[in-house]
């Protein structure tokens, strides 16, 4: 029963609350789907179909005995490798950790599971989060169910693999410069990096600590409302998370956009692939047809962005890396290694100078943010790329092609969200990112809703023979 895999959990939730869909049959059909395709896509490194299985029994158990937790009871979700999973090996997509087994649960993993979500294992990752392709040696690279000689793009490759896949029905992702977004656009899939500090950070490995974001990724935009409504909230052991009125985001989802004001900044009209650029004008054509007011908009700001989202990122995660870094540079990824020994060479001059440029860019947001309502662009300049047996500059290229396209909203810590419009002439998606201001949230999804009902993918899948 292949076609249950790719229900949505909205879909699903009213079945299993209703008793007519089994959490078991559901997770028995994702299980045997992993052992089908699995070998193909290695979405990821440690699968867990005992545990999936027992979780699966003990939901329905509960939901048979009228105790149901709410809309994730009984869904299958599948874990990033970077968050800590207590007594479960976490790997973080690297070498050196292959036997690291945490203590506690990252915050995300207690709460996701505490509403009866079903885990079904840790998915395939860039090392420590780091790489715009996750091709990954150590672990094998997950392969893009569009078309397997291709990348997923990362960091949390892993994640969009598998839901394109129809390998799990949810998943969570991190983003520090683009690693929800660059994935989900590469995928075909929906991807939600949220505002810094919505959504804890507790227990999940740091790349750089004031950019890293937790999200979730999904087939549809209301999965992605009814993740973010279990994840966002205060989060006591982070320090950097946000007390912040958290709405129900599921709600008043089918919001009319018609007089929506959506600027395009001409920075991200720069710089794309050909197909990329004709399906965004595409995109936009069409968001105009359904009522919403487009226009071009000038940033400056922006032209200094992947400049100071690299010197941050590279210094801050250089800094975490430090000492495994002089004590066993070969156990990181060749491109990590050079990634992060150029971190160790960033002064803080140019930290203070990325920081206050980074400042300035939220003022620029703040500005538009007064002349229209979401300004929309590109998720990345490219679409997929081949796998090459060159895979360090592979990485190192696409990483500073995307870069400047994803990195902006996450020095400004506004919320981005990434939703396919479309396939090459290839049949490799093509991804559009709608961007908010901070806690903007819930317009986001509504308008990215609005999107999905346009059908934007023809109801296409990959074909996985």
């Known amino acids: 029963m292949t076609e249950l895999a790719y229900f949505t959990a909205s ?41 999936a299985l027992q979780q699966a ?15 994730l009871h009984g869904i299958p979700i599948s874990i990033k490798d970077n968050f800590h999973t207590r007594g479960i090996r976490t790997t973080v997509g690297a070498k050196m950790l292959c036997n690291f087994f945490p203590e506690i649960n990252a915050t995300m993993i207690e709460k996701l599971l505490g509403v009866g979500g079903v ?13 715009a392709t996750n091709v990954n040696p150590f672990y094998g690279s997950p392969r893009n169910p569009w078309n397997l000689e291709h990348v997923t793009g990362g960091s949390s490759g892993g994640s969009a693999a598998g839901l394109a896949a129809g390998l799990t029905i949810l998943a969570t992702g991190t983003d520090t410069y683009g690693s929800i977004r660059n994935p989900a656009s590469m995928c075909g899939v929906y991807g939600l990096k949220p505002t810094y500090g919505l959504v804890g950070k507790y227990g999940v490995t740091p790349t750089a600590w004031s950019m890293d974001h937790v999200g979730p990724m999904a087939r549809s935009v209301p999965d992605l409302a009814l993740m973010l409504n279990h994840m966002a909230g205060y989060d006591a052991n982070d ?3 946000i007390k912040a009125d958290v709405p ?3 709600k008043n989802l089918n919001t009319s956009i018609e007089g929506l004001r959506i600027g395009i900044p001409s920075y991200f009209l720069q710089g794309l692939d050909p197909e990329v650029e004709q399906t965004i004008r595409k995109a936009t054509q069409k968001l105009e047809a359904m009522g919403t007011k487009v226009m071009e908009v000038d940033i400056p700001e922006l032209d200094m962005t992947t400049y ?15 000492g495994m870094l002089q004590a066993n540079p070969e156990g990181f990824r060749t491109d990590n290694r050079i990634q992060l020994e150029a971190g160790t060479l960033t002064t803080t001059p140019q930290y203070m100078e990325s920081q206050q440029i980074r400042r300035t860019l939220v003022k620029a947001f703040k500005k538009v943010f007064s002349e229209v309502d979401v300004l929309a662009g590109p998720s990345i300049p490219i679409t997929a790329p081949r796998f090459e047996t060159n895979w360090v500059e592979e990485n190192l290229e696409t990483t500073k092609r995307c870069m400047p396209f994803t990195v902006p909203a ?56």
């Not at 009213?14 to 045997?32: A, D, F, R, Y």
């Not at 400004?412 to 961007?435: D, H, K, R, T, W």
């Open 11 to 51: 879909e699903l939730a009213p079945l299993i609350e209703g008793k007519q869909l089994s959490p078991v049959e559901l997770t028995e059909t994702v299980l045997k789907r992993m052992e089908m395709l699995e070998p193909k896509i290695n979405a990821y490194i440690t699968p867990l179909y005992e545990l």
């Open 57 to 71: 029994q003990s939901a329905e158990k509960e939901i048979m005995n009228n105790f149901y937790r709410g809309q």
């Open 119 to 131: 885990m079904m294992g840790k998915l395939n990752c860039d090392a420590f989060a780091i790489g």
């Open 239 to 241: 320090p950097a998370s």
């Open 248 to 250: 129900n985001y599921l």
């Open 308 to 322: 100071a989202g690299y010197i941050i990122v590279m210094g801050e995660a250089a800094s975490y890396h430090r």
């Open 410 to 465: 996450n020095l400004a810590a506004i919320p981005s969200l990434s939703v396919p419009i479309g396939l090459s002439s290839e049949s490799l998606p093509i991804g559009m990112q709608f961007m908010g201001n901070h806690l903007s949230e819930k317009l986001l999804l509504q308008v990215g809703y609005a999107w999905e009902c346009t059908d934007p993918l023809d109801e296409k899948i990959p074909v996985l023979a």
